[in-house]
Nanobody, 124 residues
Framework: QVQLVESGGGLVQAGGSLRLSCAAS????????MGWFRQAPGKEREFVAA????????VYADSVKGRFTISRDNAKSTVYLQMNTLKPSDTAVYYC?????????????????WGQGTQVTVSS
């Protein structure tokens, strides 16, 4: 089993920055894809970003390209999401997820483990 705990969410003004962290425990994840999804009220959960085990391959949703950066530290079993130039439309609960494969996927169904989520609220 894998447990994921997100942190770093909060309230920020438009144009500001936040850095989310997701710490994994329970099993070594150095060979897994780690990703971030988000879900706004009344909307479906959507893909944000994902990174492969070595950090050499990553994918971003078009809505966050150029503003968000995903990274990971395998020694700490932690994945990060640096979010800059935040917009009110980025307001959502952000979820960390693990996909126990080597190929980065944007599909919700591809991910095997999920965290409990952390709230990000961007005020205008």
């Amino acid at each position: 089993q894998v447990q994921l705990v997100e942190s770093g969410g909060g309230l920020v003004q438009a144009g500001g920055s936040l850095r989310l962290s997701c710490a994994a425990s329970g099993r070594a994840l150095s060979r897994s894809v780690m990703g971030w999804f988000r879900q706004a009220p009344g909307k479906e959960r959507e893909f944000v970003a994902a990174i492969n085990w070595s950090g050499s391959s990553f994918v971003y949703a078009d809505s966050v390209k150029g503003r968000f950066t995903i990274s990971r530290d395998n020694a700490k079993s932690t994945v990060y999401l640096q979010m800059n130039t935040l917009k009110p439309s980025d307001t959502a609960v952000y979820y960390c997820a693990v996909d126990e494969t080597l190929v980065v996927s944007t599909r919700y169904a591809a991910y095997d483990y999920w965290g409990q989520g952390t709230q990000v609220t961007v005020s205008s």
